[in-house]
């Protein structure tokens, strides 16, 4: 089963619109990344969120990390066309014991004009 | 500028003809690793390694071959390739397991006819 779940797995929103991509884990996490991939290319770090209840904001995305530190939520406000591309979360599982980070399927996001 | 580098970016061969796809990072990191994004299932580790001479399974090995001779290269080797090894491929690395320094490579598309 999957590890990690990303919700939803696509989005289409109109530019200037707020939206919100979840990011959820049967187990504690130890630390919760959020990346952005354009399409075809590689990841690029957005935030990292350790502490439960954590609130981190580059420009206009916001990501929080839940109390329980199981699910991690990354809102866009205003959305604008250099937004769009897929957005993983990835998250590192203590009781996984090993040295690694897991990753969601990703959720695609589109931008209409 | 901070880089990790693969090579090629795009190759196309023929099933059992052996291949090595070239990973290298100019940031003196400890950890690298190689992923594989396949659509539907998301972004999977193959191979990682801690430090030099130092490598361990990760998610989907099979198929492939790792070493780690010198700090900066970390080279993913398909010995006998088969069509189900199409795929993207990503290399990272980081400095150890503080996996908000991973940087990622461009990415390698893959086809096995």
């Known amino acids: 089963s999957q590890e990690l779940e990303q919700s939803p797995q696509s989005l289409i929103v109109q530019e200037g619109k707020n939206l919100t991509i979840n990011c959820t884990s049967s187990?504690?996490?130890?630390?919760l990344y959020w990346y952005k991939q354009k399409y075809g290319e590689g990841l690029i770090f957005l935030m990292m969120?350790?502490?439960?209840?954590e609130e981190k904001s580059h420009e206009k995305i916001t990501a929080k990390l839940d109390e329980k530190k199981q699910q991690s939520s990354l809102h866009i406000t205003a959305s604008q066309p250099s937004h769009a591309g897929i957005y993983l979360c990835g998250a590192d599982i203590p009781s996984r014991r090993d040295d690694k980070i897991i990753f969601g399927k990703g959720t695609r996001l589109h931008i209409l004009p | 500028e901070a880089q990790v580098t693969q090579n090629p970016r795009y190759l196309i061969t023929v099933t059992g003809k052996k291949l090595t796809v070239t990973c290298s990072q100019n940031m003196n990191h400890e950890y690298m690793s190689w992923y594989r994004q396949d659509p539907g299932l998301g972004l999977r580790q193959i191979y990682y390694?801690?430090?030099?001479?130092?490598?361990d399974k990760g998610d989907v090995p099979e198929g492939y071959k790792v070493s780690r001779k010198e700090k900066r290269n970390f080279p993913l080797i398909l010995e006998s390739p088969s069509p189900n090894q199409t795929s993207l491929y990503f290399c990272?690395?980081?400095?150890?397991?503080?996996?908000?320094?991973?940087?990622f490579g461009p990415g390698t598309r893959l086809l096995v006819l």
């Open positions: 990272a690395s980081s400095f150890g397991r503080a996996f908000e320094t991973q940087y």
């Open positions: 969120l350790q502490k439960g209840g």
């Open positions: 390694s801690m430090n030099v001479e130092v490598t």
């Open positions: 187990k504690t996490l130890y630390g």
